[in-house]
Each structure stands twice: as C-alpha cells, then as structure tokens.
C-alpha cells in the first residue's frame, strides 16, 4: 500500500544544505539526507543547455512554480529523489556558482546577487510529495508521475525503488565509465550516453533469461541488501568467455551486431551443446564476407545467401539447418517483387475462373495482394523470387505454414 504525504514544502535553502555534486560519484542535498542522483545514475543532461538552466532559475527568482518533486522515503529515514533529479541539480550548481544566468538582462552568479535576491532564492519553496511503500507499489506508481520530457526508463525507476548497496555495485559494474569495468561492458551490451541505464536491465534478463518486469523486480528485490553485485559480474564474465571461445574477440566485422544479440537466451539455450571452436569463428567471418559481397555461392540465385545478419549468431549456433535459414534470410519480399508477381498471375489466370492464384474465383487487387513463401519462411523458404506467390489474404491465412 503506497503511502503519501502531499503538498510538503521544502525551502531552497534547506534542500541545498550540504549540496554536494561529485557528478559519477552522486550527488547529495538537504543536510546530506537527500540523494538528488544516486552514483552512476542518470547523469545530468543540461550540462550544455543554458536555456533550461536560465528559464528554471528565471522561474524562482519570479516566485513562479517549477513543478512537482517526487521523494522516495527509505527505511532508515533518508530520501532518494525519485523525480525532478534534472531541476534539483540544477538548482543546486546554481547557489554553489557553478553558472551564471541572465537576471533582468544581467548575467550574474547567486553569489553576485544582492542580499535580498538571494534570501528570497532561497526561500523559494520546492513543492515536494512524499512516497513510502511496498517496491511493486512504488514502481507502478511512479510509472504514472513520469510523463515530463525528463521520464524516467523502467530501470531508472527500478534502482530508485530497489536502491541500495547491491544497486550501487551492479551500476558500477554496468553503467559506470570511468573504470575498467566499462571497457569489458562494450564486447557484449551497449554502453552509449543516457542509454547505459538500460545496460543494468539488459544484464538481469540475460542471467534470469527472462525480460518481463515483474521477474527483473523480483531478481533484484531478492538481492537488494546484498553488499555488492559480484555474481552478476561473475555471470556477465563467463558470458563473455563463452561467446569469445567460440566466436573470437569482437572484430570490425560483428562489433555492430554483437552487442545487439539477446546473449542471455542464446546462453541459456545452446551453453551445453558442444561446438568446433575452430568452424564457428571462421564461419561467422565468412558468412559476414557473404553478407557484404552479395554473393549466394550455394544456390547461385541473384539474391545473396546471407540476406541480413541479426540473427547470425544463432543461425550458426543452431547448427544451420534448413529450417534456421529463417534467422539469415530476409522475412518481407519486395513491394517490385510484389507487383511484379502480380502482373505474371494475372496474365497466366486471365482465361480461367482462378482470376489470381490457384484457388478457383479466388481474386484481390494489388494494393491488398500478399507476398507468399511458396516454401514457408518458418521452414527455411528463401524470400527470393523463385520462392514467391501471390495470394488473398484469407488464401494466404489458410494456407499457415504449409
């Protein structure tokens, strides 16, 4: 059961007692009680935005409101700022001088202010809503408070909800750039700008094998009060040594679509199956060669073999078969292919009451045709030509995967 206390004020001065800004390492307010930005969260995005930062401070010292700040109360007593991280940073590098804004046509620091101007700063009051309660309440909560420009991602509302010693070492593991740790994240996930948050999420599903919320919410409310996140290091490094052993260390050839592969499901699903190491690295090579060459030496059609890479990986771990051709070829036919087909069947069904495929009366105009795998895509079936037919859409329902 959630519970709120509405319509708090809290002083600017009071919310700026101990301000500290160690930007990776968090930032802290309101008599070192408040955690503005837990370490490796989010970080501040207006660093280059002089507008935001002019219009916010604009607004205070006008007396006008800047919005609802969202804390969460935590069992010790302390609070984690659950929404107005972007505002209250801001805020706070503005009293400790660490940028200047235009005031009445004059740019001026809040040390530089007049006496006056700044107690009136700093009584401004930040309107503030208290949360405490259950984590699964707390996070349907928040999802309904984050709809600003500013929203929080799901695992950003997970850390806040599940913050403590076990969420701050998972973020220095996986979120974190300014350690090794970060070098050895970008063989496997994404790490890039405000996206890294999401690397967190991305590694629990893989250990979990499971991308649902309520399981990432259960796996980390399990391991909440755990002093540190190892076993998920552990985890991620013994991923990385598996996927290395048989596919060699990234290379300018797969450093795009390594880090796009759900890694947690292929481990989960092929880590006891037995592989020669010496073939999968060098046909992961080739295969992309085929890839970038357009070439098919196989079948020789004028499509090439290897018609997109996503699923690559799999396709060779599943020991490429026919049926797992359908992870390397292409799933939609051409809109040309399409209405070239078109045109052939309904000359070859012009004299007969087929009309346009081989079902008798059976008819559909080109904008509603269906490009059809004559040999089902689930299968293996190429999406080339020679393997394309065009149907009705209740034709094409009824024929499944035939």
Same mark, same amino acid.
């Given at each position: 059961?959630?519970?709120?206390?509405?319509?708090?004020?809290?002083?600017?001065?009071?919310?700026?007692? =101990?301000?500290?800004?160690?930007?990776?390492?968090?930032?802290?307010?309101?008599?070192?009680?408040?955690?503005?930005?837990?370490?490796?969260?989010?970080?501040?995005?207006?660093? @280059?935005?002089?507008?935001?930062?002019?219009?916010?401070?604009?607004?205070?010292?006008?007396?006008?409101?800047? =919005?609802?700040?969202?804390?969460?109360?935590?069992?010790?007593?302390?609070?984690?700022?659950?929404? =107005?991280?972007?505002?209250?940073?801001?805020?706070?590098?503005?009293?400790?001088?660490?940028?200047?804004?235009?005031?009445?046509?004059?740019?001026?620091?809040?040390?530089?202010?007049?006496?006056?101007?700044?107690?009136?700063?700093?009584?401004?009051? #930040?309107?503030?809503?208290?949360?405490?309660?259950?984590?699964?309440?707390?996070?349907?909560?928040?999802?309904?408070?984050?709809?600003?420009?500013?929203?929080?991602?799901?695992?950003?509302?997970?850390? /806040?909800?599940?913050?403590?010693?076990?969420?701050?070492? /998972?973020?220095?593991?996986?979120?974190?750039?300014?350690? *090794?740790?970060?070098?050895?994240?970008?063989?496997?996930?994404?790490?890039?700008?405000?996206?890294?948050? $999401? @690397? #967190?999420?991305?590694?629990?599903?893989?250990?979990?094998?499971?991308? !649902?919320?309520?399981?990432?919410?259960?796996?980390? =409310?399990?391991?909440?009060?755990?002093?540190?996140?190892?076993?998920?290091?552990?985890?991620?490094?013994?991923?990385?040594?598996?996927?290395?052993?048989?596919?060699?260390?990234?290379?300018?050839?797969?450093?795009?679509?390594?880090?796009?592969?759900?890694?947690?499901?292929?481990?989960?699903?092929?880590?006891?199956?037995?592989?020669?190491?010496?073939?999968? $690295?060098?046909?992961?090579?080739?295969?992309?060669?085929?890839? !970038? @060459?357009?070439?098919?030496?196989?079948?020789?059609?004028?499509?090439?073999?290897?018609?997109?890479?996503?699923?690559?990986?799999?396709?060779?771990?599943?020991?490429?078969?026919?049926?797992?051709?359908?992870?390397? *070829?292409?799933? $939609?036919?051409?809109?040309?292919?399409?209405?070239?087909?078109?045109?052939?069947?309904?000359?070859?069904? /012009? @004299?007969?009451?087929?009309?346009?495929?081989?079902?008798?009366?059976?008819?559909?105009?080109?904008?509603?045709?269906?490009?059809?795998?004559?040999?089902?895509?689930?299968?293996?079936?190429?999406?080339?030509?020679?393997?394309? !037919?065009? #149907?009705?859409?209740?034709?094409?329902?009824?024929?499944?995967?035939?």
């Amino acid at each position: 059961m959630i519970e709120t206390k509405d319509d708090i004020k809290i002083s600017i001065e009071d919310f700026v007692q =101990g301000y500290k800004n160690n930007k990776e390492k968090g930032v802290i307010g309101y008599k070192g009680r408040l955690n503005i930005r837990p370490e490796y969260q989010r970080n501040y995005i207006h660093e @280059n935005n002089p507008e935001f930062k002019e219009k916010l401070i604009q607004s205070i010292s006008k007396q006008l409101p800047i =919005g609802l700040f969202y804390w969460a109360e935590k069992d010790d007593g302390s609070f984690e700022l659950l929404d =107005g991280q972007q505002r209250g940073i801001t805020i706070g590098d503005f009293f400790e001088g660490r940028f200047s804004v235009k005031l009445n046509d004059v740019d001026t620091y809040f040390h530089r202010l007049d006496k006056t101007k700044q107690k009136n700063f700093l009584a401004y009051s #930040l309107k503030t809503c208290i949360v405490k309660g259950d984590h699964n309440d707390k996070m349907e909560y928040f999802k309904t408070i984050n709809t600003g420009s500013e929203k929080l991602s799901d695992q950003e509302l997970r850390n /806040a909800i599940y913050s403590g010693p076990w969420v701050n070492s /998972a973020k220095l593991f996986f979120v974190a750039t300014s350690n *090794n740790y970060h070098d050895h994240c970008k063989k496997l996930i994404p790490t890039k700008g405000r996206n890294r948050q $999401k @690397n #967190l999420e991305i590694i629990i599903s893989w250990i979990i094998n499971n991308k !649902q919320n309520e399981a990432i919410c259960d796996y980390m =409310g399990i391991h909440m009060k755990d002093s540190n996140a190892n076993e998920l290091w552990g985890f991620y490094e013994d991923l990385v040594d598996w996927v290395e052993d048989r596919f060699g260390e990234t290379t300018t050839f797969d450093n795009t679509i390594r880090v796009n592969q759900n890694w947690g499901k292929l481990y989960h699903q092929y880590k006891d199956k037995n592989f020669d190491f010496d073939y999968t $690295k060098k046909r992961l090579i080739e295969l992309i060669k085929i890839y !970038q @060459n357009e070439s098919d030496p196989i079948e020789g059609t004028e499509y090439p073999f290897v018609q997109r890479i996503n699923d690559l990986y799999e396709y060779i771990l599943s020991g490429e078969t026919e049926e797992s051709r359908k992870f390397i *070829n292409k799933r $939609k036919f051409s809109n040309d292919d399409i209405k070239k087909k078109y045109e052939e069947q309904r000359l070859l069904y /012009a @004299n007969t009451k087929n009309k346009i495929c081989d079902v008798p009366n059976c008819s559909v105009k080109l904008k509603d045709a269906q490009g059809d795998h004559i040999h089902a895509y689930a299968k293996g079936g190429r999406t080339i030509y020679s393997n394309l !037919q065009i #149907l009705c859409g209740q034709c094409n329902r009824e024929k499944a995967n035939r």
